[in-house]
């Protein structure tokens, strides 16, 4: 087990600013994942605390040794990549046992190591086949069993699950989620799944062009994003945002056309008049008669619940998640409960907490 630190790591391609100063620590045995949009940085990251590429500026401390000098080989960290990696002729016990072998390690330690981490990960009877004899989730298993072997400070999990049906990546998260707390490894993920990210996490690390911008559990990051691309980013379907402006001595919120809203936690974030976003999770939408009109566009029955997706009376957008099956007809009525409404500003985005 190992602890890992970033002090403002930065990373630029040419003139352009990738990594905007990172700053992390991660305890011994802690699973971190790193998550957000496409482009936000997340893979470069990892890549530079693998030593695939060079940091800019910052350092990269594990267990207190600045590794960021390091050549890759030396830095005593597996990755597990989206692709596998596998050498197509080589069986699976040669994959898993290739790094080991240029490592000098004795045969008998070598046919341990990889016993061992095949029993685990189910793939003793596969030893020897070649990974064009395998499925997408063996050649995953693998790979992670390659990376197990080396028996190292640190995992890095580079979207290994992208690749997989759906089926096999709610299997394989379970068992990359059951070996890390049993290897109690310190592990860096990253992901763009929302699921992955939620079930899979200690904590999260939601970066946005670059920077980060909220640290916390997934609970945490689901009940109380730090702002509003936090909160349209996590849950699915997303959070409904739309605008609003404070009213009745900053006690209550206008929103579409003559709905007020008032807030029940004795919130008071600014004067009459400023501008705001409320949000509202598509589940803690009330089906309520007294309601405002929600104008029907697409129903999408999931089974055990039902996504409806409608426009309000000012032409917002508006989802709302229902157990069981949508009311018929080409309007309902829901209504917003104050209990579950968020509240950000309008012009930083940031959450309003109830002091303002």
């Known amino acids: 087990m190992a602890s890992l630190v970033l002090e403002n790591l930065r990373k630029n391609f040419g003139a352009v600013a990738v990594l905007h100063g990172i700053d992390l620590a991660m305890a011994s045995g802690e699973m971190l994942v790193i998550v957000g949009a496409s482009g936000c940085g997340k893979s470069t990251l990892l890549r530079l605390v693998a030593g695939l590429e060079v940091p800019t500026g910052g350092r990269i401390l594990l267990d207190g040794s600045d590794v960021a000098p390091l050549d890759p080989a030396e830095r005593d960290i597996a990755m597990v990549f989206q692709n596998y990696a596998l050498y197509p002729h080589m069986s699976v016990f040669d994959n898993m046992a290739y790094g080991l072998r240029i490592r000098g390690v004795a045969k008998d330690a070598i046919r341990t190591r990889v016993d061992s981490a095949a029993e685990m990960l189910g793939l003793t009877p596969l030893l020897m086949r070649k990974p064009r004899q395998l499925s997408g989730g063996q050649r995953q298993r693998v790979a992670m069993g390659r990376a197990i072997v080396r028996q190292p400070k640190l ?60 640290l916390a559990t997934p609970m945490e990051v689901f009940e109380n994003p730090a702002n509003t691309y936090v909160a349209g980013f996590i849950g699915a379907p997303s959070m409904n945002l739309f605008p609003a402006a404070l009213s009745h001595g900053g006690t209550a919120a ?6 007020v809203i008032a807030f029940t936690d004795g919130r008071r974030p600014g004067a009459d008049g400023r501008k705001l976003i409320l949000g509202i999770r598509p589940e803690h939408v009330a089906i309520d008669p007294a309601g405002m009109e929600l104008q029907i566009d697409l129903i999408e029955p999931l089974g055990s619940e039902t996504v409806v997706i409608g426009r309000l009376p000012d032409g917002e957008l508006f989802s709302v998640k229902l157990p069981g099956a949508a009311p018929a007809g080409e309007s309902m009525a829901v209504s917003i409960p104050a209990a579950h409404l968020h509240v950000f500003d309008a012009e930083t985005g940031l959450r309003l907490d109830p002091a303002g």
């Open 254 to 259: 206008v929103f579409s056309p003559g709905q």
């Open 155 to 214: 995992f890095l999990f580079d979207e290994p699950l992208s690749n997989l049906d759906a089926k096999l990546r709610v299997q394989m998260r379970a068992e990359i989620r059951r070996l890390q707390r049993r290897m109690a490894v310190t592990s860096l993920y990253v992901t763009h799944d929302q699921v992955e990210a939620m079930t899979l996490g200690d904590r999260l690390l939601v970066l946005h062009q670059g920077r980060p911008v909220q």
